[in-house]
């Protein structure tokens, strides 16, 4: 009961933080909507808050732009798309997009060597 009025309230100040135009507001929203956390699953609503912070310029709400399109969350699939925000957000310095590129091949073909590499490029952000 009180991790679910938490959530609740958690969920509202995201909406309001989302409304002053915030990134992470925008992106933790986006998270509720995507997997239905105090809310109905919205898809298309997660895909318009991701994009809402990719505009802003975040590296993150970049990242989860280019996971929408991988994966088809609120939009069609669309590989070369996901590759070039990936991409992106890895140029911004976000770790899940610089370990992704070459991991799992999106875009492009899986080069385990180059994907060692960025893990080890992604590391130096844990610092």
């Known amino acids: 009961m009180v991790l679910e009025l938490k959530l609740i309230k958690a969920?509202?100040?995201?909406k309001k933080a989302a409304n002053l135009e915030c990134a992470i507001g925008m992106i933790n929203l986006g998270k509720c909507?995507?997997?239905?956390?105090?809310?109905?699953?919205?898809?298309?609503?997660?895909?318009?808050?991701?994009?809402?912070?990719?505009?802003?310029g975040d590296a993150y709400g970049t990242c989860c732009l280019g996971i929408c399109y991988e994966?088809?969350?609120?939009?069609?699939?669309?590989k070369?798309?996901?590759?070039?925000?990936?991409?992106?957000?890895?140029?911004?310095?976000?770790?899940?997009?610089?370990?992704?590129?070459?991991?799992?091949?999106i875009g492009t073909e899986i080069d385990e060597q180059k994907a060692f590499e960025l893990f080890q490029e992604a590391d130096k952000f844990r610092r």
């Open 71 to 78: 994966s088809g969350i609120g939009t069609s699939i669309n």
């Open 80 to 105: 070369q798309k996901a590759f070039e925000l990936i991409q992106k957000a890895a140029n911004l310095g976000n770790a899940i997009g610089v370990n992704s590129l070459d991991e799992n091949g």
């Open 33 to 56: 909507y995507e997997f239905g956390i105090v809310t109905s699953i919205d898809k298309q609503k997660a895909f318009e808050l991701y994009q809402k912070a990719a505009n802003l």
């Open 11 to 14: 969920f509202e100040l995201y």
